[in-house]
C-alpha cells in the first residue's frame, strides 16, 4: 500500500475488555514497531518485529499486552482487560532493515484508544 | 540506559522568528539521530536524519540540525519560520548496535502569524 494504515481510528471501550489494534505495514517493510503516545509523554516503545526473528516485547508494559505478527506483514496489538490507564493514541511504525541501525520509520495515523 | 531529553515543551514564536529546539542524549556509542515531526491532524514524519559524515544535515522546509557529538546534541534549527511550522516536533536516537529508537516527550512549537 501507500503507507502505514492503522484499524480502527478510534476505539472506546469499557474497562476489564479486551482490544484488538491493527496494522498494516509497508509492503516490503521488515521492520515492524509499536509504540504509545501518551500527551506530554512522547512515544513510548512497546513492541519491535524484524523479518522472521524474536520480537522484542522488552517494552510491552504488562502481560495484559501482546503482540503478534503473520506472514511477516500484519500485526494485531491485544490488550487484555483493559485498564483506565491503557488510554493513549497506539502508533505503528515500519521501515526497511537498515544497513546500520534503525532506519526511517514510516508512521500509521494511530489508533485512539479510550477506556472508559 | 539510553534518554533523550527535550529541553522546550512548548515553544511560541512569531513568524519570521529563528528557531533552535534543543535535544541531548545520552549514548557513548555509535548513534543514529533523527527528527520527526507531527503536524495538526497528520501521521509523524521524518523530518531530518544522522547518519554519517557531514554533521550539518539539511532536512525538509528548510530545517536543519547539527550533530555534536562532544555535547551529545543534535539540535534542531531554522533561520525563519512560517505560521505553518505549528506543530510537535520529536528528537529520537538509535543505538547502532541496537534495533530500538528512543524518542524524546516533544516539543509543541506554535507559531503566531
Known amino acids: 500500500g501507500a503507507g502505514v ?7 472506546v471501550t469499557e474497562k476489564g475488555k479486551d482490544v484488538e489494534l491493527r496494522c498494516d505495514p509497508i509492503s516490503g517493510h521488515t521492520a515492524l514497531y509499536w509504540y504509545r503516545q501518551s500527551l506530554g509523554q512522547g512515544l513510548e516503545f512497546l513492541i519491535y518485529f524484524q523479518g522472521n526473528s524474536a520480537p522484542d516485547k522488552s517494552g510491552l508494559p504488562s502481560d495484559r499486552f501482546s503482540a ?4 511477516g506483514s500484519v500485526s494485531t496489538l491485544t490488550i487484555q482487560r ?14 526497511l532493515a ?5 532506519d526511517t520509520q514510516y508512521f500509521g495515523p494511530g489508533t485512539r484508544l479510550t477506556v472508559l | 540506559a539510553q534518554s533523550v531529553s527535550q529541553h522546550n515543551h512548548h515553544v511560541i514564536l512569531s ?18 539521530l533523527f527528527w520527526y515531526v507531527q503536524y495538526p491532524g497528520q501521521h509523524l514524519q521524518l523530518l531530518l536524519k544522522y547518519f554519517s559524515g557531514d554533521p550539518l544535515v539539511k532536512g525538509i522546509k528548510g530545517f536543519e540540525a547539527e550533530f555534536i557529538k562532544s555535547k551529545f546534541s543534535f539540535n534542531l534549527r531554522k533561520p525563519s519560520v512560517q505560521w505553518s511550522d ?4 520529536f528528537c529520537a536516537v538509535n543505538a547502532v548496535r541496537d534495533d530500538k529508537i528512543i524518542f524524546g516527550k516533544g516539543t509543541r512549537l506554535h507559531i503566531l502569524p
Not at chain 1, 503478534?68 to 506472514?71: I, K, L, N, P, V
Not at chain 2, 513568524?15 to 543514529?32: H, I, P, R
Open chain 2, 86 to 89: 505549528t506543530a510537535e516536533y
Open chain 1, 82 to 95: 483493559t485498564q483506565q490507564e491503557d488510554s493513549a493514541v497506539y502508533l505503528c511504525a515500519s521501515s
Open chain 2, 15 to 32: 513568524e519570521a522568528a529563528s528557531l533552535e529546539l534543543g535535544c541531548n542524549y545520552s549514548y557513548g556509542g555509535t548513534v543514529n
Open chain 1, 98 to 102: 537498515g544497513a546500520k541501525g534503525v
Open chain 1, 68 to 71: 503478534e505478527r503473520t506472514g
Open chain 1, 5 to 11: 494504515s492503522q484499524s480502527p481510528s478510534n476505539k
